[in-house]
Nanobody, 124 residues
Framework: QVQLVESGGGLVQAGDSLRLSCAAS????????MGWFRQAPGKEREFVAG????????YYADSVKGRFTISRDNAKNTMYLQMNALKPEDTAVYYC?????????????????WGQGTQVTVSS
């Protein structure tokens, strides 16, 4: 099992920045890919960004490309999401996810482990 704990959410104004963290523990040697998803009220959970744990390859949703940066610190078993130029439409609960399968998936079904989520609210 892999446990994931997100932190760093909060209430900010449009144009501000936030950095989310996801700390992984447990059988982290099984982790091949980690990702961020988000879910706004009344909407389906959507892919935000993903990163391969070994090579550091990254993949972003078009809606955040150029504004968000995903990274990882293998020594700390921690993944980050730097979010710049935030918009009200970025408001959502952000979830950290991990997969034991190689290849970054854009689909929730491609991930085996999930964190509890952290709220990000962007006011206009």
């Amino acid at each position: 099992q892999v446990q994931l704990v997100e932190s760093g959410g909060g209430l900010v104004q449009a144009g501000d920045s936030l950095r989310l963290s996801c700390a992984a523990s447990g059988r982290t040697f099984n982790v091949a890919v980690m990702g961020w998803f988000r879910q706004a009220p009344g909407k389906e959970r959507e892919f935000v960004a993903g990163i391969s744990w070994s090579g550091g390859s990254t993949y972003y949703a078009d809606s955040v490309k150029g504004r968000f940066t995903i990274s990882r610190d293998n020594a700390k078993n921690t993944m980050y999401l730097q979010m710049n130029a935030l918009k009200p439409e970025d408001t959502a609960v952000y979830y950290c996810a991990a997969s034991s399968t190689k290849g970054i998936s854009r689909y929730s079904s491609g991930y085996d482990y999930w964190g509890q989520g952290t709220q990000v609210t962007v006011s206009s």
